[in-house]
């Protein structure tokens, strides 16, 4: 669908509602990348280190060996005590040349902790800009207000900051529940137009092959 994958240096919007990936979609393309050599950082804002690795665990993922090489690194911020700036210090302070692939999961929780709109965009666009200036990718995850619809305000800011966007969708087929997927927008990449079918097997999120 990406025809290339993601552009590096770029910032990628993955959104969706609950229970359609996106966090299991950045995970798998940080695990990609520690297989390429190119070091990652998680910044969850949700699930701490301990449940990553057991979901992992869960489609055959052993992040252990990346973390131990140095080529993988899990941190949680609970989104109770979030503080924007010691967020921002934090990734500064472990960003290296080493790092080339960041996911935050997920940008929604930002609403918790911003005095106000304006104030959120600020920040938003701070943080962009560091990215951009490090030349890491940046992938962050969004919540839809609801299963069938498209991100809520505190993210939707992002349709105009992120490069590219991916976006997640419940569909209901014959009664039976499922996933698909999309790119609204890869600057710079002929990607598809089309919605198709997002699975999540036993080996992880998939994109089935016409005919499979």
């Not at 509602?17 to 949700?46: D, I, P, V």
């Not at 924007?84 to 609403?111: G, P, Q």
């Not at 969708?169 to 997002?198: P, T, Y």
Request: overall charge negative; charged content about 20%.
């Amino acid at each position: 669908m990406l025809r290339g994958g993601i552009p590096e240096g770029t910032t990628t919007l993955v959104s969706g509602a609950t229970g359609t990936g996106k966090t299991l979609l950045a995970l798998s393309w940080l695990m990609q990348g520690c297989r390429e050599g190119q070091a990652g950082l998680l910044f969850s804002l949700e699930e701490n280190a301990g449940r990553l690795l057991e979901n992992a665990r869960h489609f055959g993922w052993d992040l252990e060996p990346f973390m131990e090489w140095g080529l993988l690194q899990l941190n949680h911020q609970s989104p109770v005590e979030l503080d924007l700036d010691r967020l921002l210090h934090t990734i500064r302070a472990k960003m290296t040349e080493r790092v080339k692939r960041v996911v935050i999961d997920s940008i929604s929780t930002f609403a918790l902790a911003m005095a106000g709109k304006e104030s959120h965009v600020d920040y938003l666009w701070n943080l962009v800009r560091f990215f951009k200036a490090s030349g890491a990718s940046l992938l962050l995850t969004g919540e839809a207000r609801e299963p069938f619809s498209f991100p809520q305000d505190s993210s939707s800011v992002l349709f105009s900051l992120a490069d590219n966007i991916i976006c997640l969708q419940h569909r209901v087929e014959n009664l039976i529940n499922k996933c698909a997927i999309a790119v609204l927008k890869m600057r710079g990449s002929d990607h598809a137009k089309e919605w198709r079918e997002f699975v999540i097997g036993g080996t992880g999120p998939a994109v089935p092959v016409a005919g499979d």
